[in-house]
Nanobody, 111 residues
Framework: QVQLVESGGDLVQPGGSLRLSCAAS????????MGWYRQAPGKQREFVAR???????NYADSVKGRFTIGREDAKNTVYLQMNSLKPEDTAVYYC?????WGKGTLVTVSS
């Protein structure tokens, strides 16, 4: 079993930045991908970014150039650096590791 705990969600003004973290524990040796999805109020959950064990990354078109995903294997942690935030980035951000999910962290972008 894998446990994922997200942190870093907050209220931020448009144009601001936030850094989300996802700490993994448990049976993590077989994980191929870790990343982030998000769910805005009244909308379906959507893919944001992912990173594999080799460091290759993928991003949703809506966040390319603004968000950066990274990992620190020594801490079993994945990060999501979010810059130039927009009101439409407001959502609960969920960390995933293959088929496992965290409980989410709320990001609100508002003036």
């Amino acid at each position: 079993q894998v446990q994922l705990v997200e942190s870093g969600g907050d209220l931020v003004q448009p144009g601001g930045s936030l850094r989300l973290s996802c700490a993994a524990s448990g049976s993590i040796f077989s994980i191929a991908y870790m990343g982030w999805y998000r769910q805005a109020p009244g909308k379906q959950r959507e893919f944001v970014a992912r990173i594999d064990t080799g460091g290759s990354t993928n991003y949703a078109d809506s966040v390319k150039g603004r968000f950066t995903i990274g990992r620190e294997d020594a801490k079993n942690t994945v990060y999501l650096q979010m810059n130039s935030l927009k009101p439409e980035d407001t959502a609960v951000y969920y960390c995933f590791a293959d088929v496992h999910w965290g409980k989410g962290t709320l990001v609100t972008v508002s003036s």
